[in-house]
């Protein structure tokens, strides 16, 4: 089993930045594949970025060059590092995690078996 706690959501203005914080519990050696995916109101949800246990990377084009997905191996803690925030950024965000490595082909994949609570970022203009 796998816990995943999100933090760092809040308000700001377009422009600014934030920096989410997923710290995850449990069996996380096993967690191949983790990301970040995002709902905003009226809005399906949508994967934002994804990282393999390699490190390799994947974003939605909607936010390359603007948002960095990290991970602390460590700390098993994840990290969305988000500047340049626009108001259409405004959504729920929540972690995810799965063991199955394939999972980070790309940064949509549905079938994530592990999710946080979610964390609210509001984006004001």
């Known amino acids: 089993q796998v816990q995943l706690v999100e933090s760092g959501g809040g308000s700001v203005q377009a422009g600014g930045s934030l920096r989410l914080s997923c710290a995850a519990y449990?069996?996380?050696?096993?967690?191949?594949?983790m990301g970040w995916f995002r709902q905003g109101p009226g809005k399906e949800r949508e994967g934002v970025a994804v990282i393999d246990s390699d490190g390799t990377t994947r974003y939605v084009d909607s936010v390359k060059g603007r948002f960095t997905i990290s991970q602390d191996n460590a700390k098993n803690i994840l990290y969305l590092q988000m500047n340049s925030l626009k108001p259409e950024d405004t959504a729920m965000y929540y972690c995810?995690?799965?063991?199955?490595?394939?999972?980070?082909?790309?940064?949509?994949?549905?079938?994530?078996?592990?999710w946080g609570q979610g964390t609210q970022v509001t984006v004001s203009s």
């Open positions: 449990g069996h996380t050696y096993s967690m191949l594949c």
């Open positions: 995810a995690a799965d063991y199955r490595w394939r999972l980070c082909l790309t940064s949509n994949s549905p079938g994530f078996g592990y």
